[in-house]
């Protein structure tokens, strides 16, 4: 499923292309609501691509695809790039299929403080 929002008249009109790190720092106010962790550092984001004009695409998976969350998660995804993007497309991907391993370390680090043993 792909969401685009290059199309959204209320969207605000970015006068700059924003960075990798811009997009990822915000992404990673996208809380998972089952694991209390943001979805970039548990390793649901696959990929980043943002284009001289600023139009960002974002590859992201889901821990499973039967997920019920996958349409709040888009509309979390759709606030944080809504001001720094001129529009996004959040692709989702299920190959390869998501694992523990695509935790990052600072992922793993929450998970243990939330008592998850990794």
């Given at each position: 499923?792909?969401?685009d929002t290059n199309h959204e008249p209320h969207l605000p009109v970015v006068t700059k292309v924003p960075t990798q790190e811009q997009v990822?720092?915000?992404?990673?106010?996208?809380?998972?609501?089952?694991?209390?962790?943001?979805?970039?550092?548990?390793?649901?984001?696959?990929?980043?691509?943002?284009?001289?004009?600023?139009f960002t695409s974002v590859d992201m998976t889901l821990t499973s695809a039967a997920c019920p969350l996958?349409?709040?998660?888009?509309?979390?995804?759709?606030?944080?790039?809504?001001n720094i993007t001129n529009g996004h497309t959040l692709n989702w991907v299920w190959m390869p299929p998501w694992g523990p391993d695509k935790i990052t370390d600072e992922g793993r680090?929450?998970?243990?403080?939330?008592?998850?043993?990794?």
């Open positions: 499923m792909t969401v990822i720092e915000a992404i990673q106010d996208v809380i998972d609501p089952e694991l209390g962790i943001n979805v970039y550092d548990l390793g649901l984001v696959y990929g980043i691509h943002i284009d001289e004009d600023g996958t349409d709040m998660l888009e509309d979390q995804v759709s606030l944080a790039l809504r680090e929450q998970l243990r403080m939330l008592g998850f043993n990794l």
